[in-house]
C-alpha cells in the first residue's frame, strides 16, 4: 500500500504557517485611545476601544486594538496539540510537508509509515538525510515524536493474508494494521487531537478504466478511500473532543483525467463523499470535523507513478488562474488552517487548494482558444 500520487503528493521545504497581516491602516490624525486605567481595573482581557477622526471629515472610524501584550496577527497555536499523520514515507510528500506546517505551529508530531518503507524512513532520519528539509521556519528542526509502522489496507491482525504475513518486507514489524497502530498510540500517548490521512495506492493507475480489472478497482479503493474511514473508525475513540481530522483528494474525483486510472479517480469521489458522511457522524459522536484536501499537481515519488506528472504541472501552471507553480508548503498551511481553532466551524469540506485550477472550464493554451 505505497503512498502514491492520488493528489500529486509532493513536498518542498515547507513554510511559516498562516497568519492574518499585522499591518493596520494608518490614520491622517492623531489616534485617542480609551485611559489605559481601564486594563487594569478587571478589564485585562478586553480589546481596548481607538477611533480616528479623518481631516476634513466628522465621521468617527472605530476599530479594536489588542492589548500591549498581544502579539499582532492571528497566529495559528497547535501548541500542546498532537497530530497523527497516516502516510509519511519520505521528505517529499504532502504528509511531510502537513508534518511540518502542524510542527511550526507548536503540535507535536506522530507518523505511520508504510512498513516497507519503515526501514529506510527511520534509517534516513537517523543519518541525518532528512534535516534540511527537517527545517522549521525558527531555525529549528521538527521532531517526530515516534513512527509507527502501518498499512492501512488492513484493519485488524486477522485481515491481513498469510503471504503478506510471510513477506520479508514485512519482517521485523509488528502491530502495523490499522486497529494495533491506533492501539500502540493510545498505549504510548493517550490520546491525539488531529487525525491526518495522507496516503493511496493504485496498482493499476496507469491502465484506463475499460482495462481496470476488479481487483485493481477494489484495490485502489480500498487503499485510498476506505482507509480513511477505518482510520477515523480506530482513532476517534483516542481523539480528543474538538479535534480535526483531514485528508487528500484530487480533481479527478470530478473531472475526466485522461491517465488517472486504474478506480483511482473513483476513489477520490468516494473519499470526497466519505467526508462528508463522516463528518456528521464524526461531528455528532466526538465534535471532531473532517475535511479534505484538494490539491495541485507536484512532482514526487509518488506522483511519478501516474506516468505524466511533469505535463500535469506544467498543464497547472499554464491554465491556473494564479499562474504559479504550486509549492507543498501552501497544501500544508492550508492543513494547518483547517485542523486549527480558526476553521471551528469549517467541516464537511472539499477545499480546494490548486492555484484555482478547479474553476476552469477550458483551457487557455488550446490552440483553438489561441486562435
Same mark, same amino acid.
Given at each position: 500500500?505505497?503512498?502514491?500520487?492520488?493528489?500529486?503528493?509532493?513536498?518542498?521545504?515547507?513554510?511559516?504557517?498562516? @497568519?492574518? !497581516?499585522?499591518?493596520?491602516?494608518?490614520?491622517?490624525?492623531?489616534?485617542?485611545?480609551?485611559?489605559?486605567?481601564?486594563? *487594569?481595573?478587571?478589564?485585562?482581557?478586553?480589546?481596548?476601544?481607538?477611533?480616528?477622526?479623518?481631516l476634513?471629515?466628522? @465621521? #468617527?472610524?472605530?476599530?479594536?486594538?489588542?492589548g500591549e501584550?498581544?502579539?499582532?496577527?492571528?497566529?495559528?497555536?497547535?501548541?500542546?496539540?498532537?497530530?497523527?499523520?497516516?502516510?509519511?514515507?519520505?521528505?517529499n510528500?504532502?504528509?511531510? %510537508?502537513?508534518?511540518?506546517?502542524?510542527?511550526?505551529?507548536?503540535?507535536?508530531?506522530?507518523?505511520?509509515?508504510?512498513?516497507?518503507?519503515?526501514?529506510?524512513?527511520?534509517?534516513?532520519?537517523?543519518?541525518?538525510?532528512?534535516?534540511?528539509?527537517?527545517?522549521?521556519?525558527?531555525? @529549528?528542526?521538527?521532531?517526530?515524536?515516534?513512527v509507527?509502522?502501518?498499512?492501512?489496507?488492513?484493519?485488524?491482525?486477522?485481515? &491481513?493474508?498469510?503471504?503478506?504475513?510471510?513477506?520479508?518486507r514485512?519482517?521485523?514489524?509488528?502491530?502495523?494494521?490499522?486497529?494495533?497502530?491506533?492501539?500502540?498510540?493510545?498505549e504510548?500517548?493517550?490520546?491525539?487531537?488531529?487525525?491526518?490521512?495522507?496516503?493511496?495506492?493504485?496498482?493499476?493507475? *496507469?491502465?484506463?478504466?475499460?482495462?481496470?480489472?476488479?481487483?485493481?478497482?477494489?484495490? %485502489?479503493?480500498?487503499? @485510498? !478511500?476506505?482507509?480513511? &474511514?477505518?482510520?477515523?473508525?480506530?482513532?476517534?475513540?483516542?481523539?480528543?473532543?474538538?479535534?480535526?481530522?483531514?485528508?487528500?483528494?484530487?480533481?479527478?474525483s470530478?473531472?475526466?483525467?485522461?491517465?488517472?486510472?486504474?478506480?483511482?479517480?473513483?476513489?477520490?469521489?468516494?473519499?470526497?463523499?466519505?467526508?462528508?458522511?463522516?463528518?456528521?457522524?464524526?461531528?455528532?459522536?466526538?465534535?471532531?470535523? #473532517?475535511n *479534505?484536501i484538494?490539491?495541485?499537481?507536484?512532482?514526487?515519488?509518488a506522483?511519478?507513478?501516474?506516468?505524466?506528472?511533469?505535463?500535469?504541472?506544467?498543464?497547472?501552471?499554464?491554465?491556473?488562474?494564479?499562474?504559479?507553480?504550486?509549492?507543498?508548503?501552501?497544501?500544508?498551511?492550508?492543513?494547518?488552517?483547517? &485542523?486549527?481553532?480558526?476553521?471551528?466551524?469549517?467541516?464537511?469540506?472539499?477545499?480546494?487548494?490548486?492555484?484555482?485550477?478547479?474553476?476552469?472550464?477550458i483551457? #487557455?493554451?488550446s490552440?483553438? #482558444?489561441?486562435?
Amino acid at each position: 500500500m505505497a503512498p502514491c500520487a492520488a493528489a500529486g503528493a509532493q513536498m518542498l521545504a515547507a513554510s511559516p504557517c498562516i @497568519s492574518a !497581516s499585522q499591518s493596520m491602516l494608518a490614520s491622517r490624525a492623531a489616534v485617542s485611545r480609551i485611559s489605559p486605567a481601564l486594563g *487594569t481595573s478587571g478589564f485585562a482581557s478586553c480589546p481596548r476601544i481607538a477611533y480616528s477622526r479623518p481631516l476634513g471629515s466628522s @465621521s #468617527v472610524a472605530v476599530r479594536a486594538v489588542s492589548g500591549e501584550s498581544t502579539p499582532h496577527g492571528l497566529p495559528i497555536d497547535l501548541r500542546g496539540k498532537r497530530a497523527f499523520i497516516a502516510g509519511v514515507a519520505d521528505d517529499n510528500g504532502y504528509g511531510w %510537508a502537513i508534518a511540518k506546517a502542524l510542527a511550526a505551529a507548536g503540535a507535536e508530531i506522530l507518523v505511520g509509515t508504510w512498513v516497507p518503507a519503515l526501514n529506510i524512513f527511520e534509517t534516513s532520519l537517523r543519518r541525518g538525510k532528512f534535516d534540511e528539509s527537517r527545517k522549521l521556519p525558527d531555525g @529549528s528542526l521538527m521532531e517526530i515524536a515516534k513512527v509507527y509502522p502501518l498499512d492501512a489496507v488492513y484493519d485488524s491482525p486477522e485481515d &491481513v493474508p498469510e503471504e503478506v504475513k510471510t513477506n520479508k518486507r514485512y519482517s521485523g514489524s509488528s502491530k502495523w494494521t490499522v486497529k494495533e497502530a491506533a492501539e500502540s498510540v493510545k498505549e504510548d500517548f493517550g490520546s491525539i487531537d488531529i487525525l491526518v490521512h495522507s496516503l493511496a495506492n493504485g496498482p493499476e493507475v *496507469t491502465k484506463p478504466l475499460l482495462e481496470t480489472s476488479r481487483s485493481g478497482y477494489l484495490a %485502489a479503493m480500498s487503499a @485510498s !478511500s476506505y482507509s480513511y &474511514v477505518s482510520l477515523l473508525q480506530h482513532f476517534l475513540p483516542i481523539m480528543n473532543s474538538g479535534g480535526a481530522s483531514i485528508s487528500l483528494t484530487y480533481i479527478a474525483s470530478e473531472r475526466t483525467i485522461p491517465g488517472y486510472g486504474g478506480g483511482m479517480s473513483s476513489a477520490k469521489a468516494a473519499l470526497e463523499s466519505d467526508t462528508r458522511v463522516l463528518a456528521f457522524e464524526a461531528g455528532r459522536k466526538g465534535n471532531i470535523r #473532517v475535511n *479534505t484536501i484538494s490539491a495541485g499537481p507536484l512532482g514526487s515519488r509518488a506522483a511519478k507513478a501516474i506516468g505524466f506528472i511533469e505535463k500535469m504541472i506544467e498543464y497547472s501552471y499554464v491554465n491556473a488562474p494564479l499562474e504559479k507553480e504550486l509549492r507543498a508548503d501552501e497544501v500544508g498551511n492550508a492543513a494547518a488552517f483547517l &485542523v486549527s481553532p480558526l476553521a471551528s466551524a469549517i467541516t464537511g469540506s472539499t477545499v480546494y487548494v490548486d492555484n484555482g485550477l478547479n474553476t476552469m472550464a477550458i483551457a #487557455v493554451d488550446s490552440p483553438t #482558444v489561441a486562435s
